[in-house]
């Protein structure tokens, strides 16, 4: 594993916007995996930016997101799709047809979550997966529990997870409770991954991902057993990582 250590979160944003930019010009016809949260906020807007210049372009990129909540409609403005649109592809020129993001109103999830792998495995898995990570360790929406998920698959999210997201929502009864994530089996599938943390709040679950036992119940630990992994974090997230004396 690589790991960029960043001053602040702009930083990290940047470096990560950087190692995106650097794959899409590496490979214009990329599959990107892409996240959603506070987290990459800020290297979409470098991203944005960057585009803007004309030093990159998406005409011929492919995205696919790792998850959407159930029961939200892509003009809801805390769905994932809406969050993506504003973020990102409005002001780029991805074709519309070549971003995906699970259909969160499906009235079939078990045929849409079949459906989505299906359409990974198709791409042959994305060139790059972006990810952020959950206070408690999550990845996609791939909440701790008793085993990895290997397919994209309904989660009901964690208590923890449901407080975090409140403060997007009027109240904690609007916070949805399920959402659609992909499964480890697409996140691993991926050729590179590139995981994203800022603040201290991410600490533990950065130092339990990187050194900690690989279980599931820190599903980011999972992430040491692929063999191309770029964690882009700023000091704050890596602090507990540098008391315990790793070199970052
Ligand atoms: C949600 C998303 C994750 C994201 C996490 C952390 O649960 N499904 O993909 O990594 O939130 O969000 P934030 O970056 O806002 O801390």
Known sequence: MRIYREKDYEAMSRRAAAVIAGEIIHNPACVLGLATGSTPEGAYRYLVDWYKQGFINFRHVLSVNLDEYVGLSPDHDQSYRYFMQ?????????????????????????AECARYDAYILSLGYASLQLLGIGRNGHIGFNEPGDCFVKQTHVVDLTESTIDANARFFPTWDDVPKQAISMGMGAIMGAKKILLCASGEEKADAIYNSVCGPITPGCPGSILQLHPNVVLVADEAALSKLIAAGVKV
Do not use: K, Y
């Open 86 to 110: 504003s973020n990102l592809f409005d002001h780029v020129d991805i074709v519309p047809e070549n971003t995906r993001v699970p259909d969160g109103l499906t009235a079939d999830t078990d």
